[in-house]
């Protein structure tokens, strides 16, 4: 079945390193959705790509959609504390009203 | 407004009784999922509602596993004859029209664990 692979699995940086997680799918996604979920809390919605090669930016955070629409990346600048958590992309399953989400990367900081 | 709201927070049960988790919407939101996630690990997707019908029920684990949606709004997730596999945290969202390029507004979760 379709399936969206995430890696790295976990990553553990020192803050102000730098940060980047990588999503695969196995088919071309109409559109890819982000979420971040800190320890203890629930996923949040952080962005949605709809274009190829489109690039976003939220302040120290850059997300890229690949030019054939089966990958993307989130990359984080400059890690900071707050930017602990768990990072999940999301992508349409064809012909369903539903998402398959990937198994996300972990992200930890050393202060 | 109001978030998604689910109910209880956390459920302790011995393995063999029932349990019943709930989850309030956003209001207006036509959309409601449940997703289950294991420590640690990613969301694995349980059933969809659009309104009140569930036109995807694919990822209930087992026919242990139901769940109901009323008025729209509410829904119910019922877990029959608990076992301990079944301890996870239990993840209600919802969105507005269920569209694939809405937006899923998560609640806090259940955390069920079976004894």
């Known amino acids: 079945g379709q399936q969206v692979m995430q890696i790295p699995q976990y990553q553990h940086v020192q803050e102000g390193e730098d940060f980047t997680t990588y999503c695969n799918s196995s088919?071309?996604?109409?559109?890819i959705q982000w979420y971040k979920q800190r320890p203890g809390g629930h996923p949040v919605f952080l962005i949605q790509?709809?274009?190829?090669?489109e690039v976003k930016k939220q302040k120290r955070l850059t997300f890229q959609f690949g030019e054939a629409k089966k990958n993307s990346s989130l990359h984080i600048t400059a890690t900071q504390t707050t930017d602990v958590g768990t990072y999940f992309c999301?992508?349409?399953?064809?012909?369903?009203?539903?998402?398959?989400f990937g198994q996300g990367t972990r992200l930890t900081i050393n202060p | 407004g109001a978030g998604v709201s689910q109910s209880p927070s956390n459920k302790v049960t011995e393995k063999g009784k029932d349990v019943e988790l709930r989850c309030d919407p956003i209001?207006?939101?036509?959309?409601l999922y449940w997703y289950r996630q294991s420590l640690g690990q990613g969301l694995e997707f349980l059933i969809y509602?659009?309104?009140?019908?569930?036109?995807?029920k694919s990822g209930l684990p087992s026919d242990r596993f139901s769940a109901e949606r009323t008025g729209g709004s509410v829904s119910t997730l019922t877990i029959q004859r608990t076992q301990q596999e079944d301890s996870a945290v239990y993840l209600c969202?919802?969105?507005?029209?269920?569209?694939?390029?809405?937006?899923?507004?998560f609640g806090p979760g259940t955390r069920l664990t079976v004894l």
């Open positions: 088919t071309t996604l109409s559109n």
């Open positions: 999301a992508g349409p399953i064809q012909g369903a009203q539903k998402l398959v």
């Open positions: 790509l709809v274009k190829s090669g």
């Open positions: 969202a919802s969105s507005f029209t269920g569209a694939h390029t809405d937006t899923q507004y």
């Open positions: 209001s207006g939101h036509t959309a």
């Open positions: 509602f659009q309104g009140n019908s569930a036109p995807d």
